[in-house]
């Protein structure tokens, strides 16, 4: 398409087209490179850059902590919840759509962060994936930050040539449900993907109908450690909506998406949470915590511990690495625990 559309000259390198198409890093769940930013790399002889092997190094070591130590733990609770919802309370059934918000965070973009860290290795430069998504002031910015291959293939590809913004209000809907309910396709042949997509795409519409849809475009409070009260309120706002809407992703079905909101809009939502395991639930509770900090902390870099600990003394930042390393070895699973998006 975009030698159709002259972007691109197509190449008549074979060996440079085939290793493109195969580049093993992000052939099975993305980044979506597309042919204009990654194929004329295959073209470049390439030096071993000590520095840039250095800093894919850790980029693999955090998309490691974020699958083994954040997706896999809280996968375990959110399985027994979703698998169980109808016995348990409203507030447990909260604290399980909350493990599934930060399970298919941690595994999606800790794969993506092992694949660009591994190209790294390599000297190959893969766009960004995820830029801390959870941080977003409104569900706009959520989209520019979530998935931003896909994202930005769809408006490239899809939304652009349907009009975009650009037409009568008509046109606008249109085209927003379109992508969103494409975008819920995208992810298999299931009602609770087109439900998840049309959540989003309602969430959207307000934004797109008020101009607002581009307001938030920098890095929450920039420069600042702590953000202000408007920008925390929209920033748990559209938490909410996302958590909201990945119960109808998480869910086997419509029924069972929404006997499980159902089951959250009950009296006992207001009862302490219980269920089994619940006392090592609180471990992976603190990690999450622990984890959501680090990703505060490190939101204006490519990921989170890029900068973290370079001006620390040097057996600091050797203990804190370690000490990272220590913990995806404690909880590496003994069974096989694969990728969500390898499905899709």
């Known amino acids: 398409m975009d030698i159709y559309k002259k972007k691109l000259e197509p190449t008549k390198d074979f060996i440079a087209f085939a290793a493109f198409v195969s580049f093993f890093p992000q052939l099975v769940a993305g980044p979506i490179e597309r042919a204009k930013h990654l194929l004329p ?17 850790k980029q693999i070591l955090w998309g490691f902590f974020k699958k083994i130590v954040i997706a896999d733990n809280c996968a375990t609770y959110a399985n027994l919840i979703f698998n169980n919802s109808s016995d348990y309370s409203g507030s447990t059934l909260v604290l399980g759509a909350l493990f599934f918000t930060f399970q298919i965070y941690g595994d999606f973009s800790g794969y993506s962060d092992i694949a660009i860290g591994t190209s790294k290795l390599f000297g190959f430069d893969l766009m960004q994936n995820f830029n801390f998504p959870y941080f977003s002031r409104d569900i706009a910015e ?49 009602w609770t993907f087109i439900a998840w997509g049309f959540l989003n795409a309602l969430y ?28 925390f ?26 006997s499980y909101i159902s089951g959250i809009f009950s009296p006992s939502l207001f009862a302490m949470p219980k269920f089994e395991g619940m006392p090592r639930a609180l471990a992976t509770i603190i990690l999450v915590m622990v984890f959501t900090l680090i ?46 998006y390898f499905q899709f």
């Open 204 to 231: 959207f519409l307000p934004l797109l109908l008020t101009n607002k849809n581009r307001k938030n475009l920098e890095t929450v409070a920039q420069g600042k450690f702590l953000p202000s009260k408007r920008e």
């Open 41 to 57: 790399q295959f073209y470049k002889k390439r030096d071993f850059d000590y520095l840039n092997a250095i800093d894919g190094l």
């Open 233 to 258: 309120f929209n920033m748990l706002l559209t938490f909410t909506l996302t958590v909201f809407a990945w119960v109808f992703f998480r869910a086997e079905n419509i029924s069972h998406a929404i």
């Open 295 to 340: 990703e505060w902390i490190g939101r204006e870099e490519k990921y989170a511990i890029s900068k973290i600990g370079i001006s620390w003394p040097k057996p600091v930042r050797w203990a804190f690495y370690s000490l990272i390393i220590f913990l995806i070895g404690m909880y590496m699973p003994t069974v096989e625990s694969p990728f969500i």
């Open 142 to 190: 959520f989209w520019r930050r979530w998935h931003i291959s896909l994202s930005t293939w769809f408006r490239d590809y899809l939304y652009i040539p349907l009009g975009g913004s650009r037409g009568n209000t008509w046109m606008k809907i249109r085209n927003t449900f379109i992508i969103f309910l494409v975008s819920g396709f995208w992810h298999g042949a299931n």
